[in-house]
């Protein structure tokens, strides 16, 4: 039976996160904790293929206490086991330090049960690096796909998976070998509703508490602050545009006119466009 661990992270809600006016730090006081909107793609990815080959689909999160409370929703959705790794040491983790301390676990984790797949979301929406899952894959050494659409098809036997990943290009059709590290787009699924059973279980069942000592971390110099190198000097939410919309009337409501109306309006008020346009076209 394939084993599939599952990264997710705990996230404040974007749509409602304040910056404070005077020390530029984001303000999460009564703001909404959530599920990452990218990991929950990676987990319903995960279930599927659990309900399609067969799987045991663990889903880890390294955060505070209270991150304890995305892992049981996890659980209602369907995995199988979850584990919180939390410890004071890993404050002020960047995504360096993050990734070495997740690799680490997940690492614990395999020498209980072999893990076949990981999956993450592209990214987080605190953060929107996407470094942390290629982070874990260089870590582990797994085959990294980033960026996938869809799972193709997962052959436990000849220990393969194929998958179709998004490019610039259209869409690339890989195959690789197991143990892989995948990432998720958005899109690429639809989180399901969590079943009465799940929520029962997820209710009752012991979510475990990994310090940096059961997560195999010996040496703190590579997590939380010390084994960050990246500095944030300021956070700042962007000024508020102060330009009015223009009106522009045509003499008819015929479309022709109305663009050449654009257009001559555009020229006139930014003529470097007009002398781009005829340097092209020449």
């Not at 953060?127 to 942390?132: E, F, R, S």
């Not at 009106?247 to 002398?275: C, G, I, Y």
Request: charged content about 20%; aromatic content about 4%; some cysteine.
């Amino acid at each position: 039976m394939l084993h599939i661990v599952v990264c997710i992270k705990q996230v404040p809600d974007s749509a409602q996160i304040r910056v404070h006016p005077v020390t530029n730090t984001i303000m999460r006081q009564g703001v909404p904790a959530i599920i990452n909107p990218y990991d929950l793609y990676a987990l319903e990815e995960a279930l599927r293929i659990k309900d399609k080959f067969g799987a045991y689909v663990t889903v880890i999160t390294m955060g505070p206490p209270q991150a304890e409370n995305a892992l049981r929703k996890a659980l209602s959705f369907g995995a199988d086991d979850a584990i919180l790794v939390t410890d004071r040491a890993f404050a002020g983790a960047d995504t360096l330090a993050t990734s070495f301390a997740l690799a680490s676990a997940i690492g614990q984790i395999e020498k209980n049960m072999p893990v076949d797949l990981v999956f993450c979301g592209k990214q987080t929406i605190d953060g929107d690096t996407a470094q942390v899952g290629p982070g874990i894959a260089k870590r582990l050494e797994l085959e990294l796909l980033t960026y996938i659409s869809s799972i193709e098809s997962v052959n436990a036997a000849k220990r393969e998976i194929v998958v179709q990943r998004r490019s610039e290009g259209g869409v690339q059709v890989l195959k690789t070998r197991l143990p892989s590290l995948i990432t998720m787009l958005e899109g690429s699924n639809e989180m399901r509703f969590a079943t009465m059973p799940n929520m029962i279980r997820a209710a009752k069942t012991k979510v475990s508490r990994w310090d940096r000592v059961a997560a195999g971390i010996e040496d703190v110099s590579n997590i939380g602050l010390k084994g960050s190198p990246t500095v944030v000097s300021k956070v700042f939410a962007p000024s508020p545009k102060t330009v009015k919309a223009e009106m522009v009337q045509t003499e008819s409501n015929d479309p022709q006119d109305l663009a050449a109306s654009l257009l001559m309006r555009m020229f006139t008020k930014f003529p470097q466009v007009r002398e781009e346009i005829a340097r092209s076209a020449n």
